[in-house]
């Protein structure tokens, strides 16, 4: 037998990237190639790139001239930009930077086998199409290899939303659901392969409606599925639009036992002008009314948000709304950015904030999240949770974990081992993490 090819695959970006660079390496499995943690001794590279925000396409290119040594030495070496740089940019990757192989955009990489067999016929390949078939179907992974104990699975992609600020609509396309048999097969397969929390993805989740057996489901009813899966134990979900948080949803919170109670709702901005010019179509009022169902549903909730600050044309006002917003309803964990301009979105086009008032509102913003997040944290001292154990720590004989609010968690000279789901009393609260001891 020839010796396995080496890949390398960098990831961008968000946890659906990760997921898909996890498929596209066993995609290239079938081709013979095995990972490898260094660029240095790879015969392929792909970059997996993001586009969300600031520079993006800059970022690639400058990665990119990084490798023309290792090209030089060594000809075989096959370059490919996979994700959504790949989908905006397209022929033009191939145009500005010619030791690049391969471009491949987010909906086309079960085609990535006979791209990857093009290259190596000296051919370019590129196809940044937004074809019907199911990629997923078409990505079936090979053998049972063993998992860690949590995983992703995408089930819901794109976004018919448009927000004013935001690429995915365009570099991930139009909103598309996978059919649940489909999404239930593929987390008993995770489960027999040692998987115990599952983190449904999607740009959109709550919007899912993929085919059931009798019609369309909603997430709630694919979530119900989902928590008859014997052996799977934790259900998370992300992210979600406040528009589609639906009745069934909330209540599941509730109700299904083995949904977390850790909720990432985006609101972006807690002024309705800003919502408005953003095309949110929920206002500030509507997402905390909408926070407090939830609550009722589910009392002890984490919630997790983001925010966009200086936002075309955001007055001091509008920023003060989005900080008494983030003080009622105080998150767990929040992402703040500064607006960056995307290209070819309609807020681009508008009148920007100076950038030195964007980066002091942001800096404010961020300290009070940072204040919540720690008070919350520190609250759990005392508190005793479940923890799924995931690996061992940084001191000898510490393993880690997430509780159900997501919270990192450490025990020290345990016997646990990775996909223990353990409770632990809550006895110190760290910078990034809680400190416990076994119940
Ligand atoms: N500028 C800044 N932040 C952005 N996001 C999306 N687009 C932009 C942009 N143009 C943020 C939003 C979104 C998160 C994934 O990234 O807050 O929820
Ligand atoms: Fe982007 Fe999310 Fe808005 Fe869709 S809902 S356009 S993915 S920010």
């Known amino acids: 037998m020839s010796e396995p090819k080496k890949l390398f695959i960098k990831t961008y970006g968000c946890q659906m990237n990760v997921y898909d660079s996890e498929r596209m390496a066993e995609a290239l499995g079938g081709q013979g190639y095995v990972e490898t943690k260094s660029p240095d001794d790879a015969d392929m590279i792909l970059l997996n790139t993001c586009h969300i925000r600031e520079k993006a396409a800059e970022k690639v290119y400058s990665e990119l001239g990084r490798f023309k040594g290792l090209k030089a030495e060594k000809p075989d070496l096959k370059i490919g930009v996979a994700g959504c740089v790949a989908q905006a940019e397209g022929e033009e990757i191939m145009r500005r930077q010619p030791l690049v192989d391969l471009v491949v955009g987010p909906q086309s990489y079960h085609r990535l086998p006979e791209m990857e067999a093009k290259t190596r016929g000296g051919e370019k390949a590129l196809d940044t199409d937004f074809p019907e078939e199911d990629k997923f179907e078409k990505l079936k992974s090979r053998p049972k290899a063993k998992r860690g104990p949590t995983a992703f699975l995408t089930v819901q992609e794109g976004c018919d939303k448009f927000c004013a600020f935001c690429v995915v609509p365009y570099t991930r396309g139009a909103e598309v659901s996978r059919p649940a048999d489909r999404i239930i097969r593929e987390a008993q397969d995770l489960v027999e392969r040692g998987v115990r929390e599952i983190t449904l993805l999607g740009q959109n989740v709550n919007a899912y409606h993929g085919a ?12 119900w599925e989902l928590n008859k899966v014997d052996g799977l134990e934790r259900i998370r979900f992300t992210t979600s639009h406040p ?16 949904l977390m109670p850790y909720l990432h709702l985006p609101v972006q901005s807690g002024s309705d002008r ?85 980066d002091e509102r942001l800096q404010r913003l961020q300290a009070m999240i940072t204040r919540h997040q720690r008070e919350i944290q520190d609250a759990m001292v005392g508190q005793t949770v479940s923890v799924l154990f995931e690996k061992p720590g940084r001191q000898p004989g510490q393993m880690v974990g997430k509780s159900e609010y997501l919270h990192a968690v450490h025990v020290s000279d345990t016997d646990v081992e990775a996909g223990d789901l353990r409770k632990v009393k809550i006895t110190a609260s760290g910078a990034n993490s809680l400190g416990g001891a076994l119940i």
């Open 212 to 223: 059931g057996p009798d019609g369309d489901m909603t997430l709630a009813a694919l979530i």
């Open 243 to 258: 528009n589609d948080m639906d009745d069934a949803l909330i209540e599941a919170h509730g109700t299904c036992d083995k």
């Open 274 to 358: 800003v919502l408005k010019r953003m095309n949110r179509s929920h206002t500030a009022e509507s997402y905390l009314r909408l926070i407090e169902r939830i609550r009722e549903a589910r009392p002890d909730i984490l919630m997790s948000g983001d925010f966009i600050v200086g936002f075309p044309e955001e007055t001091d006002e509008d920023f003060q709304a989005t900080l008494d917003l983030v003080e009622e309803v105080k998150y767990g964990y929040a992402y703040s950015f500064k607006y960056s301009t995307r290209p070819g979105t309609p807020a681009a086009e508008r009148p920007q904030v100076e950038a030195e008032v964007a």
